[in-house]
């Protein structure tokens, strides 16, 4: 528990100054502590320590962590590739999906109904088609076709950095996309980019939502 909180305050102390340093206000930067592959027991003790925003990138685990707390303050983010059929036990569990990659996804989505559903369109910072995410110059029409989802609430993009190569561009190009996907609907301002390695670039970068894991959880076990 000391630890995690220790690492918890040391990361918010750093998004702080990467805030500062890009002359933004750290309060509009929201950091979800994805919890993937650690017990609920970590987010009891990330709760009690104020986070009320985690998430997960695989629906299995997303639904049983959601069955077996009952914290009505804590927002879960669906943060891994979502598949059609698992759309409703993903509404169910989910405040934020982070993952629309393709219309028919956002239809499945759509179709389960319910309160507004806030969702970000995930963009491939990649050249590889087969990786998560809509390709850049796709994004555009995507977000068209999700603002005409009558129970989805377009919130803007996430991406994750490529592999192998320097953040700071890749965040460049995820910022040049969410303008797009912003000037066909105003209201789509967060970027969610940013994980334990690059965060800091992220901020830079403008960055609303930060998807922290390992920093603050400590190693993950092997697998959950
Ligand atoms: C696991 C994961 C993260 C967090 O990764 P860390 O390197 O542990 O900070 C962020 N985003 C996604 C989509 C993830 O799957």
Do not use: Y
């Amino acid at each position: 528990m000391e630890q995690v909180a220790a690492r918890l305050a040391e990361v918010d102390g750093r998004i702080a100054d990467a805030a500062r340093a890009a002359s933004r206000d750290p309060s509009e930067i929201t950091r979800i502590v994805v919890t993937k592959f650690h017990p609920v027991s970590l987010i009891e003790q990330l709760h009690a320590l104020g986070v009320r925003d985690v998430g997960e990138n695989r629906q299995q685990e997303l639904s049983a962590k959601h069955e077996q707390l009952d914290l009505p303050d804590l927002r879960w983010h669906f943060v891994g590739q979502a598949q059609r059929n698992k759309a409703r036990a993903i509404r169910q569990a989910a405040s934020v999906v982070h993952s629309v990659d393709r219309d028919r996804l956002a239809d499945a989505l759509d179709a389960v109904g319910g309160a507004p559903l806030d969702v970000l369109l995930q963009i491939n910072l990649t050249a590889e088609a087969h990786r998560g995410g809509v390709a850049p110059d796709e994004a555009a029409r995507l977000a068209a076709h999700v603002a005409g989802c009558a129970t989805l609430r377009l919130r803007g993009v996430m991406a994750v950095a490529p592999l192998g190569e320097d953040p700071r561009p890749a965040f460049e190009r995820l910022a040049r996309s969410a303008e797009i996907v912003r000037a066909e609907v105003p209201e789509a301002t967060w970027i969610s980019a940013g994980m334990s390695a690059d965060f800091a670039d992220a901020v830079a970068c403008g960055a609303t939502h930060l998807r922290i894991g390992s920093a603050i959880t400590g190693p993950r076990p092997e697998r959950g």
